[in-house]
């Protein structure tokens, strides 16, 4: 089945501590997101990579990184330097261009 | 760059009524609109989505209206059912490379 995978589904970790949201995908589209989802909120756009290698900025990016070493995948990590990163992190891709998304399941980040 | 915005954060309907959703954009070159459906605790699904050279299109029980000249759209949902309890997002092109910008949503609550 062609999709998008996120794992784990629940995550906790003590402040201070980075830690590392797998992405992965197999619809073999070009470009990946991440978004942030508070409650009763919007999704907010972290990162976006349009093709390997590349990724750019989204608006609240800070606290964040990414990399885009393979198609498929796209990890971001949620260093100590995130204020406040409690929240529901959703991956998700498409063909090149603002079209369609397919999202993934989400992970349930909870930093105590 | 776009910014959108849906009319209602709740809405309840009685099941079997039909359920209208509204968004608002701001950008009127916007030419691409999509529909999210959010269940709790999981990634949005597509419902559907409208090119700005349509007014109208239609799925399964769900139908998209596009107003350009108010930069308004809606999603009608016919015969409302349980299943359809959810959070609703509208969705368009925006930001340096066309990203995806998405409004608050809209929690769709249907009584029995």
């Known amino acids: 089945d062609g999709g998008i995978t996120q794992s784990p589904k629940y995550l906790f970790r003590k402040e201070g501590q980075n830690v590392t949201l797998s992405c992965e995908q197999n619809?073999?589209?070009?470009?990946m997101y991440w978004y942030r989802q508070d409650p009763g909120q919007g999704l907010r756009l972290i990162y976006y990579?349009?093709?390997?290698?590349?990724?750019q900025k989204g608006d609240i990016a800070e606290g964040y990184s990414v990399s885009r070493e393979k198609k498929e995948s796209f990890p971001l990590t949620v260093t100590s330097a995130q204020k406040n990163p409690t929240a529901f992190y959703l991956c998700?891709?498409?063909?090149?261009?603002?079209?369609?998304?397919?999202f993934g399941p989400g992970t349930r980040l909870t930093v105590t | 760059g776009e910014s959108v915005g849906l009319h209602l954060p709740t809405l309840s309907v009685q099941e079997g009524d039909n359920s209208i959703i509204n968004c608002a954009y701001s950008n009127s070159a916007s030419d691409y609109f999509i529909w999210y459906k959010q269940e709790s605790g999981k990634g949005p699904q597509f419902i559907i989505d409208i090119r700005s050279n349509m007014d109208k299109r239609q799925g399964q029980r769900v139908t998209v209206l596009l107003n350009k000249t108010v930069k308004h759209l809606s999603l009608q949902i016919a015969a409302t059912q349980p299943g359809d309890s959810a959070v609703y997002f509208c969705?368009?092109?925006?930001?340096?490379?066309?990203?995806?910008?998405f409004g608050k949503g809209t929690k769709l609550s249907v009584k029995p």
């Open positions: 969705a368009a092109p925006g930001g340096s490379q066309g990203n995806l910008i």
């Open positions: 619809l073999n589209h070009d470009a």
């Open positions: 990579s349009q093709i390997v290698n590349d990724f």
């Open positions: 998700a891709s498409s063909v090149r261009g603002p079209y369609e998304q397919y």
